[in-house]
């Protein structure tokens, strides 16, 4: 699981880079986290 979340930060990172407000990649993490329903 640990692994899922840390791939799901890279993922984000990687597609929207820096300089967006923190709520632009909470958003982002919340849809990439629904990938991996346990």
């Known amino acids: 699981m640990?692994?899922?979340i840390?791939?799901?930060?890279f993922e984000v990172?990687?597609?929207?880079g820096y300089g967006?407000?923190?709520k632009v990649y909470q958003k982002a993490?919340?849809?990439e986290f629904?990938?991996?329903v346990y």
Request: charged residues 25%; hydrophobic residues 50%; aromatic residues 10%.
């Open 2 to 4: 640990t692994k899922d």
């Open 6 to 9: 840390i791939a799901s930060a």
């Open 13 to 16: 990172h990687n597609i929207l």
């Open 20 to 22: 967006f407000l923190e």
């Open 29 to 31: 993490l919340q849809v």
């Open 34 to 36: 629904k990938r991996f």
